[in-house]
């Protein structure tokens, strides 16, 4: 996919390095020629009979190097080791996030300027989980911004060779781990680009670019087409700017036609002024990452083409900037949704949820197994959550379990938020069918039920990705959650749906034998 990567990701293709598996011990390190070795050393390193061994020995002994995440000790030319560089690192009970951790201390090594080959050492016996870890994190601090500074350093690395002590028992993990990191940087790409460099046609353009991926169709809806369905929500959103909004259709079938595909729909307000409803300038900046949703279905999509796996998924951008202006929506106006329901637009800030809803409502057409949205959708989730784990509603609690699992595997965490109907009075209104906003309290709730009026029966979570899509501040960016989380959703769905299959011709074999008898 090497040529692939150009056309889709530009200016990205720098800063995805190639990763390879395989079975390495610290002895075999030693030999490893690279310009960086990392070892990783657990909680109750156990020391071989090699140089490396012995000095990890050593400096633990002697208190020089400790195992906690965090600790690091590092050697230059050290006679006898190949590498010109080496780093012994704690990693702690080696879970994910002590990996994180660890790895996120050495940062800035993996961007050292001329670094061409690195090798990790896992120093012990790492589960397929920590060796995911270790490639997400390792990747993640690869990563340089460049899109509109091209002056910036890249990083510079080219291969990244992970040793473990049994390269077939993780090589599952790692695989999948290399898709999401592909998946995740393109994510992050787009959340970090301007909101003049990410325009609802430019987010289309890329979805379009993923199309040329194996298994990946895609097809781009504008103002005319969109009015023609009917999604008078989202056209309203719209109204209030010179971009034409754009409705993006993703669709990979991995499995056969007939097999109800998963929808994923994600929030793409590329920038999110509040409209009439106009918010404060301190950090109005951080609202061009108001689209985070719709980049991780973009993501999402670039691992499943690298994976192929057996399931049928199918990802809605409902695509447009929020702006103040003279056709702009105001607040009181009343819109009615493709649904059929009246919405009382008392609020243009709550913009996502109408983007939303008309794209939920467009979802039922493929019959799918879930739905699943994801969206920067409110403030008050980041208040309840912070930036540790996305908020997730569901109204299936098989759904829920899966994604909560997910979350776990990918390091990518979410919690279930609640979804009792009495959240929902506040959404009522003497002039429509719904109010768009309810009261302050539970807010994140409250936009959530707004959402579920639109999904029908349909087995449906929400993921309320505000908090933890984008870091602000000194280490200001986009995060590219939860596209971990989703592809690692993506492939046990794919797991499931293949043992159903594999235990029909099963069930069927006994009936049959049973018949006779009977
Ligand atoms: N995109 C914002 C949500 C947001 C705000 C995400 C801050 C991350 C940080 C969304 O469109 C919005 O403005 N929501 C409002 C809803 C309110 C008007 C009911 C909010 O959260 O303030
Ligand atoms: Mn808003
Ligand atoms: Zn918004």
């Known amino acids: 996919s090497g040529w692939m990567n150009r056309i889709t990701l530009g200016r990205l293709k720098r800063a995805i390095m190639n990763f390879d598996l395989k079975t390495l011990d610290l002895a075999g390190a030693v030999t490893e020629k690279c310009d960086l070795l990392v070892v990783l050393v657990p909680d109750g390193f156990k020391p071989g009979g090699d140089v490396l061994s012995s000095i990890?020995?050593?400096?633990?002994?002697?208190?020089?190097?400790?195992?906690?995440?965090?600790?690091?000790?590092?050697?230059y030319q050290a006679p006898g080791i190949s590498a010109r560089r080496v780093v012994l690192a704690g990693v702690g009970k080696a879970d994910a996030r002590s990996i994180r951790q660890a790895i996120s201390g050495l940062g800035a090594l993996f961007r050292q300027v001329g670094l061409?080959?690195?090798?990790?050492?896992?120093?012990?016996?790492?589960?397929?989980?920590?060796?995911?870890?270790?490639?997400?994190?390792?990747?993640?601090?690869?990563?340089?911004?460049?899109?509109?500074?091209?002056k910036a350093e890249a990083c510079t690395l080219g291969r990244i060779v992970v040793g473990v002590a049994d390269a077939d028992a993780v090589a599952d993990a790692f695989g999948h781990s290399t898709a999401v990191v592909t998946g995740v940087a393109l994510a992050r790409e787009w959340g970090n680009r301007p909101a003049n460099h990410a325009?609802?046609?430019?987010?289309?353009?890329?979805?379009?670019?993923?199309?040329?991926?194996?298994?990946?169709?895609?097809?781009?809806?504008?103002?005319?087409?969109?009015?023609?369905?009917?999604m008078g929500a989202f056209l309203a959103v719209a109204k209030g700017s010179e971009e034409p909004l754009r409705f993006i259709e993703l669709r990979y079938s991995g499995a056969a036609a007939a097999e109800a595909p998963v929808v994923l729909v994600g929030k793409g307000i590329t920038f999110d002024t509040g409209g009439i409803s106009i918010k404060p300038a301190p950090e109005m900046d951080e609202m061009k990452f108001d689209m985070c949703g719709a980049a991780s279905v973009l993501g999402v999509f670039r691992a499943l083409a690298e994976l192929q796996p057996a399931i049928n998924v199918v990802g809605l951008i409902p695509a447009c900037e929020n702006m103040p202006d003279g056709r702009s929506i105001k607040p009181g106006d009343v819109v009615t949704s493709m649904?059929?329901?009246?919405?009382?637009?008392?609020?243009?800030?709550?913009?996502g949820r109408l983007v939303l809803c008309d794209a939920l409502t467009y979802a039922a057409r493929f019959k799918p197994a879930a739905v699943v949205d994801i969206a920067t959708l409110t403030g008050a989730c980041v208040i309840a959550l912070g930036g540790v784990r996305s908020g997730m509603f569901a109204s299936d609690d098989a759904l829920a379990a899966a994604l909560l699992a997910a979350g776990d595997v990918s390091d990518d965490l979410c919690w279930r938020m609640p979804l009792d109907e009495d959240y929902a009075e506040g959404l009522k209104t003497h002039f429509a069918d719904v109010g768009n906003v309810a009261g302050r309290p539970a807010g994140?709730?409250?936009?959530?039920?707004?959402?579920?009026?639109?999904?029908?029966?349909?087995?449906?979570?929400?993921?309320?990705?505000?908090?933890?899509?984008?870091?602000?501040?000194?280490?200001?960016?986009?995060?590219?959650?939860?596209?971990?989380?989703?592809?690692?959703?993506?492939?046990?769905?794919a797991d499931n749906a293949r043992d159903a299959v594999a235990s029909k011709p099963s069930r069927r074999r006994i009936r049959k034998t049973a018949a006779p008898a009977a």
Request: glycine share 10%; hydrophobic share 45%; with cysteine.
């Open 56 to 75: 990890a020995a050593q400096a633990l002994k002697a208190k020089d190097f400790e195992t906690k995440p965090g600790k690091s000790l590092q050697l």
């Open 116 to 150: 061409k080959r690195a090798v990790l050492c896992l120093a012990g016996e790492f589960s397929a989980q920590a060796v995911g870890a270790v490639v997400q994190n390792v990747a993640h601090a690869c990563y340089v911004y460049t899109a509109t500074k091209p």
């Open 199 to 230: 325009t609802p046609s430019h987010l289309a353009e890329a979805a379009k670019a993923l199309a040329r991926l194996p298994g990946i169709r895609c097809k781009v809806l504008g103002p005319a087409e969109v009015s023609r369905l009917g």
């Open 339 to 351: 649904s059929g329901q009246t919405i009382e637009i008392l609020n243009t800030d709550a913009e």
């Open 444 to 493: 994140a709730v409250t936009a959530a039920k707004f959402l579920q009026r639109f999904v029908g029966d349909t087995p449906w979570a929400h993921l309320d990705i505000a908090g933890t899509a984008w870091k602000g501040g000194a280490s200001k960016g986009a995060t590219g959650r939860p596209v971990g989380l989703l592809v690692h959703y993506l492939l046990a769905a």
